[in-house]
């Protein structure tokens, strides 16, 4: 694969250009040990190499193929792709990477598959937004390691997911964060907010609320294990199926959470991405 960007700055070093696009030091060190090649207006030269104003640098690295990950066929829901990115609409109980316990059916599997028989020529899926397996809605993949480096790079504020929730109870505010810090409980998967844990932010606004349940826009400023979960049975108001943190399971048998939408800037042409997902009808049903 191969990547081509023009330097728009003074004379400086093939490696500072890199740098400053958004590639990390890990993937010049691989050009370092001769898994992959750089070239200043097509000519083969080194990292050090001095490019003036206006050439161009080009970064050629392998085609990857993990061959330990298998390639399932199924069908996806794909809610855009360009080059670069992929972005898939997660159902509910899929799991997103293999794991000791399934290592032929997750999302990976599935994917790498998808880019198989569309004779993709990287068929390494790089996950950049994992679900938890019972949470549906929008996962963004990086088609190649170029994408993964430099997504990593995005500014904050230029990268923003939201969820909707269900959750049990009347809402008393329509907009409101919670600021508490979560912490594991022992050995246990389970967490919770204690005042040694790490900082956790949510932030939320009040979609619809009914006798029994609302619904919930949920924004992360922090990205704790189970977050969401964890937060919203802190005060009081578990999410719907969620019994991990004591939601009711009499009509909903996993966590009522869907990532609904994604905006980022894309890295390689500074253009602004918007995916939106709606809620699946396991879901929406409780909102009727």
Not at 231 to 247: K, R, T
Request: net charge positive; aromatic share 6%; glycine share 6%.
């Amino acid at each position: 694969m191969k990547f081509t960007w023009i330097n728009e700055k003074n004379e400086q070093t093939v490696k500072k250009v890199l740098l400053e696009k958004g590639i990390s030091q890990r993937l010049l060190s691989q050009v370092r040990r001769g898994e992959g090649s750089v070239l200043v207006d097509g000519i083969s030269c080194k990292l050090s190499q001095k490019v003036l104003t206006k050439q161009q640098v080009s970064l050629i690295l392998p085609q990857e193929n993990n061959e330990s990950v298998v390639a399932a066929k199924g069908e996806l829901d794909v809610l855009y792709e360009d080059q670069n990115w992929l972005v898939i609409n997660k159902p509910a109980g899929m799991t997103t990477v293999p794991g000791p316990s399934n290592r032929e059916t997750t999302l990976v599997n599935y994917v790498k598959g998808y880019l198989i028989a569309k004779k993709e020529e990287n068929t390494v899926p790089h996950i950049i937004t994992r679900l938890d397996r019972f949470t549906s809605g929008i996962v963004l993949i990086a088609k190649n390691k170029i994408a993964q480096a430099m997504i990593d790079k995005v500014e904050p504020s230029n990268f923003e997911k939201k969820y909707l929730a269900i959750v049990e109870g009347k809402i008393k505010k329509t907009h409101d964060i919670i600021d508490a810090p979560i912490g594991r409980v022992g050995s246990n998967i389970n967490r919770q907010v204690m005042p040694d844990g790490q900082r956790a932010i949510t932030e939320y606004w009040l979609e619809t609320q009914s006798d029994n349940y609302a619904a919930i826009k949920v924004k992360l400023h922090t990205g704790r294990t189970h977050q969401i979960r964890v937060h919203f049975s802190s005060i009081g108001h578990p999410l719907l199926g969620d019994e991990l943190y004591g939601g009711d399971v009499t009509d909903l048998k996993r966590q009522a959470l869907h990532a609904s939408e994604l905006c980022f800037v894309d890295p390689f042409t500074n253009q602004k991405i918007k995916i939106y997902s709606a809620l699946p009808q396991d879901m929406s049903v409780f909102l009727q």
